[in-house]
Each structure stands twice: as structure tokens, then as C-alpha cells.
């Protein structure tokens, strides 16, 4: 039987999803709330890797059950939540006896990016606070680049465990909020470091340090040299995780 969880979670004051030697992580929280809850110590595998300071608020995990598991479904979030940190929520929760791999099953992933032009104490953890002027207008033309199955490598971050960069990019596109702006994108998968820079270099573009048939053709020379700064983690959340239709995942 395996559990499927949707976790929700301010990745401000985390080293990221992945569990590590000397920093605090999300899955390891996860999976010491999952022991104290349990007593039984097991892997908690999420379908994104996210970075450091990036949050979620649809990551999709799952959890294999052994077979004397007891506790109900619908007792187990509140369960779980009571012995997590308030920065981390299981917002929804689905047992299935398909052995769904969250990660290598998923065929969407979606995140969101936003950007604001005031600053607030109610933003700086959750949006890039630009201090510089902008063309709102460039930001949507830039987005139409990135849109179809393209090669990454110029946009993204080195990761030796990467062998493949080719990403179809189905959405990509910004909408405009009082005093900023929100990048939604999706696609099949994503490399490392691909959204903040993708964000990063739009920006270029409506800041006019770079013109779209130059992205456009360092995007297509798959060639890191061509980067732009990456935008900072804080406006980065990862929105929702995508399945095949049959395997009737619905958290």
C-alpha cells in the first residue's frame, strides 16, 4: 500500500526538499514527524527536488505502508501535522495500493514565480522585491521563447546527475498584480535551476540588457556562458504535480 501526501510548506528556514548532512531539509522533517507518529522509520520520496529557501504548496510525496498500518485516512494528515512544524502542512492525503514513485511517475510539474515592485515585510519571504524599473510588457514576450520542447543547458544549473536537458514547456506566461507580476509555468520536467534562471534572464529582457532574438539564440546554442543572474528562491513555489489519468491520483 503506498500513502500519498500533499505537502504544503515556507521552504524560508530549510536547506531544501532534500535531506542533508548538516542542514534542516523538508523530507527530513517529514520523516521525523513520520517516526514519532509511527515508530516505524521509512523514506518519504517527493515528486521535486526544490533549492533551498523555495516553497511549496503542491508537492506531491509518497510513502510505502507496511502491511499492519492502521490508522485511517482520513485521521492521518491531522495525525501527521501534529508533530510537524508549523512551516510544513499535509494539506491532503490518498492511499492507494498502485506503488506510485511521486518523483518518476509524474508527468507535469507546475510552479509559479513572483515578483514585486513594493516592499513589504509581507512579501520578502514570497517574491523577488525588484528595486529597479521594468517593462511589464517585455516580460510577456519574453515567456513565448521558452514555450514548446527545447534544450535547457544554457538555462540551467550544472547537475552531473542530469543527462538529458530536453523540457516541454506547455505553459509559460506572466499576469500582472498591483505592484508586480507572476510567472506560471509548466512542463514536463524541469532541470536543475531552470525556473530562476529562466525568470532571471526575462528580466534581462525587460530590463533591456538583452534582446529576444539574442535569449532566443543562446537558448538554442545550449551553451552556460549565455546565463543571466538567477532570480533569488524566495518568489519560487512549486504549485502542483501531474499524473497519468489512470493512476487516479486526486490530492
Known sequence: MTLLIRVEYDG??????????????IQQELERAWYKLTGVQTGVFGAGRTDAGVHGRGQIAHIRLPDDFRIPEHKIAIAFNSRLPKDIRITAVQMTEREVQARFDAISREYSYSISTQES???????????????VHRLHDAARIFLGVHN????????????????????????????????????????????????????????????????????????????????????????????????????
Open 152 to 251: 535547457f543547458t544554457t538555462f540551467s544549473k550544472i547537475n552531473h546527475d542530469t543527462k538529458n536537458y530536453v523540457c516541454n514547456v506547455s505553459e509559460c506566461s506572466w499576469t500582472e498584480f498591483e505592484h508586480g507580476a507572476r510567472l506560471k509555468i509548466k512542463a514536463d520536467r524541469f532541470v536543475y535551476g531552470m525556473v530562476r534562471s529562466l525568470v532571471g534572464v526575462m528580466m534581462d529582457i525587460a530590463r533591456n540588457k538583452r534582446t529576444l532574438e539574442e535569449v532566443r539564440s543562446s537558448l538554442d546554442l545550449q551553451d552556460r556562458r549565455f546565463i543571466s543572474p538567477l532570480a533569488p528562491p524566495e518568489g519560487l513555489v512549486l504549485e502542483r504535480v501531474g499524473y497519468p489519468e489512470e493512476f487516479n491520483v486526486i490530492i
Open 121 to 135: 515585510v509581507f512579501f520578502r519571504n514570497f517574491c523577488w522585491q525588484v528595486r529597479f524599473p521594468f517593462d
Open 12 to 25: 524560508t528556514n530549510y536547506s531544501g526538499w532534500q535531506t542533508q548532512l548538516n542542514a534542516p531539509s
